[in-house]
């Protein structure tokens, strides 16, 4: 870009823009620049911040990052009950108490992106699990754009790669029986961080697969966008518009899982998810349904 053109765009002089390319290139930003072709950005720092982040997205403002959190999902959670604005968006460098579903712990050393989102849809508390399975799709796409790698869905909102586990949901909500009042998405993601080992399902960061470096700050801006714009539709149309999407990226379709349910463990092999986004299983008794967080899931034997 011009410094003539930036100076134009911003009404400021091209001394202004010089003095702010400096402070940036001060932050670790690596811009080159020419006096007859302009600046050029190069590569950016591994940092979240604001501006980047929210470029071309609705939510993820306000935005606030913290060195160390307990938890992000907690920090969050207490700004909603105090009335903090849909689109606030907290991270955390590290987490020292992440939580997964169900009171797991979710490790969060840092490299890695650890956020949750603040949301007041209008939408039924029986309208929120399938939002789960919509930004783990976003998420999925996300990592494909910004990596190259076919990311896959695990139903219900778990991101997988190459056969690992890279990205975990988790959804808590405060509702009456037909209104909600808010919901806080946490998310993390491995990035740049080492990845835990000894779980009980294999994990692994996107810098290790790919073997370079990954820019969580243009990772989570991606999916700032996607999601931005899928939230607006599911408040409209609900899961039925993102359903084949969501079949195409799936990594359980066509597989044998065990699905531990209220009725024991069923076996069977997956065929879809139905227009409110439950599992469908077709086993020896014929097809069940189920609705998400009513089970656990594991991949048969011989499809791990
Ligand atoms: P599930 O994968 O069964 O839906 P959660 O999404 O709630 O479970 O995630 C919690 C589980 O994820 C933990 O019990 C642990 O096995 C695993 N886990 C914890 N930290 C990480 C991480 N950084 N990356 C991948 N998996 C993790």
Redesign the pocket.
Known sequence: MSGAGMAGNLGMTRAAVHKRIKKLRDQGYRISGTTRQGYRLEAMPDRLEAPVLSAGAVLGRPFMNFPTAGSTQDEAKQRALQGAPEGLLVAAERQTA?????G??????SG?LWCSLVLRPALRPDQVPALGLVAALDWARAIRDRTGLAARV?W???VWVQGR??????IEMSSETDRVHWIVLGM?V?VN?A??RD???P?ASLAGITGAPVSRGALLSRWLRLFSRSYRLYQRRGFASFRQAYLRFSLLEGRTVAVDGPEGIARGRVAGVDPQGRLMVVGSKGTSVFAVGEV??RLGRNDA
């Open positions: 992440g939580r997964g579903r169900l797991r712990v979710w490790i969060s050393s890695g695990k219900p909102n778990d586990k890279v990205a975990g949901l988790l993390g491995n961080n990845p835990p779980l009980p399902v994990a656990s899931l």
